[in-house]
């Protein structure tokens, strides 16, 4: 069957991602940040990717007690008497809809699709087509995947572990957006062999972080809690971070700071909108007021 060619508006064209334009705009550095905006990009992120049943499910579930854990930037929750009932934001909300998007790739996408075409999409192309439906396998010098039914793809697996002279010739590979929930039962797998080759993608933005710590203050991970920023720091001194884009939900931390008094200053090579003022969309004064103007310095 000759190869269909690829139509790149299929994905998201619709309702998603718009397609990379070719003439960028530009504008002048942004002042403030969130506000309705956040509210409208992340109703059309979910609704375009889950749709309103999907959307309303997730979103008022994640970060919630009993919920699940946004597979985004792992942003610690407020105590649980503290949550409020959308606990998430723009970018957990991308992060969410992602994970929960209703797209497909099924055997028919693979059928139409070579291994040797795929290579040439870039992964923004494939990260739109969808998530993959069904246990997929590229039998040896085939050039197509081709479906596999679930019992026979957990024998293929455990068939080459149970063969390997010693378990630390396996690697578990996982994406840092895999949820926490499925990332522990992997370990767990991982260990219960023997093993603990488990890199995944954050390895590379934490490790240096890490191990920078571990030799400053001996701990490879933060020391403190959230209460510590909300409720107790005088003064928060933020140092080549923009929690605007890495830990949105920083934000409200650093407001509720703000407004029981303490200073902030931060230090970054670019003014980020972020600390200029935020208006926090889970209030009126963010909503419709001045917002907070967060950094003093
Ligand atoms: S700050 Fe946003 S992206 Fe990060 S964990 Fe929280 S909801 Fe997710």
Partial sequence: MAEQPINPTDAHGSAGVPPPSSDPTSS?????SVGIHGIIESARYS???MGPKRSLQTLLTVNQV?????????????????????????????AVAWEATRKRVDAAFFA??????????????????????????????ATHY????????????????????????????????????????YQLLARRLGTNNLPDCSNMCHESSGAALSETIGVGKGLIALSDITDHADLIIVVGQNPGTCHPRMLT???????RGARIIA?????????????NPQTARG???????????
């Fill in 28 to 32: 002048g550095p942004k002042k403030s």
């Fill in 47 to 49: 609704m375009g990717e």
């Fill in 66 to 94: 009993g919920g699940f854990d946004c597979p985004s930037c792992a942003w610690g929750e407020p105590d649980p008497d503290h949550r409020k009932i959308a606990e998430f934001c723009e970018n957990g909300a991308k």
């Fill in 112 to 141: 139409e699709h070579s291994v040797a075409a795929l290579r040439e999409r870039d992964g923004r192309w494939l990260e739109s087509q969808g998530r993959l439906a069904q246990p997929m396998h590229l039998a040896p010098g």
């Fill in 146 to 185: 081709a479906p596999i039914p679930w019992e026979g793809a957990l024998a293929l697996t455990a068939d080459r572990l149970r063969g390997l002279a010693d378990p630390s010739r396996a690697v578990f590979y996982t994406s840092g957006r895999t949820s926490n929930e499925a990332a522990f039962l």
């Fill in 253 to 259: 931390a650093l407001e509720q700071a703000k407004r």
């Fill in 267 to 279: 230090a970054n090579p670019l003014p980020e909108a972020g600390f200029g003022r935020f208006h």
């Fill in 287 to 297: 909503l419709v007021g001045p917002g907070t103007k967060l950094a003093d310095r």
